[in-house]
Antibody
């Protein structure tokens, strides 16, 4: 079955760029049926949708983060990635990658990775 | 930006029915999805397109959506249902997904 796994640094300095990768296993990221999505959750708070990418490269971003976010896909590695620039402590959160399936809902999630922004 | 409003907490006795609501302007015109998140775990999809259950989700879970309120109903609640529940829709105006603030379900 399809599984997603986030990876990347757990600690990022303020003003730097947060970079995370999500590796898809058990299926092809090139499928035309899915969007690939990033979501985050600060400790003790709710979920925040960051953005998504389709295999064509078409992206949608949360307007509140759009100026700092880039999501890209690497089909050769079956991965998609998140870059968030100019981070502050407010960007400290658990970051999840997920698949938006044919039912337009997030049907498969990674386990999440904690990212702390601190000097 | 579209706003979804959820009651922060709901408590229910074991064996009873829990109703978790998600409010939004004319939400009945949108497709609502629901996620269950237990402590330390990733969210799990428990309802999509208002009232469709993914494979493996018990029939005790049902959903409805009309007017300005969508509802996730859990019948015969047990300790294993204790979790945070989030509703989610797609905001077609600004083209992004929106989550509600979440409801913590406590089984007494």
């Amino acid at each position: 079955q399809v599984q997603l796994q986030e990876s990347g640094p757990g600690l990022v300095k303020p003003s730097q760029t947060l970079s995370l990768t999500c590796t898809v296993s058990g299926g092809s990221i090139s499928s035309t049926s899915y969007y690939w999505t990033w979501i985050r959750q600060p400790a003790g708070k709710g979920l925040e949708w960051i953005g998504r990418i389709y295999i064509s490269g078409n992206t949608n971003y949360n307007p509140s983060l759009k100026s700092r976010v880039t999501i890209s896909v690497d089909t050769s590695k079956n991965q998609f990635s998140l870059k968030l620039t100019s981070v502050t402590a407010a960007d400290t959160a658990v970051y999840y990658c997920a698949r938006e399936g044919g039912v337009e809902a997030l049907d498969i999630w990674g386990q999440g990775t904690m990212v702390t922004v601190s000097s | 930006s579209y706003v979804l409003t959820q009651t922060p907490s709901v408590s229910v006795a074991p064996g009873k029915t829990a109703r978790i609501t998600c409010g939004g302007s004319n939400i009945g015109s949108k497709s609502v999805h629901w996620y269950q998140q237990k402590p330390g775990q990733a969210p799990v999809l428990v309802m999509y397109y208002d009232n469709d259950r993914p494979s493996g989700i018990p029939e005790r879970f049902s959903g409805s959506n009309s007017g300005n309120t969508a509802t996730l109903t859990i019948s015969r609640v047990g300790a294993g249902d204790e979790a945070d529940y989030y509703c989610q829709v797609w905001d077609r105006i600004s083209d992004h997904a929106v989550f509600g603030g979440g409801t913590k379900l406590t089984v007494l």
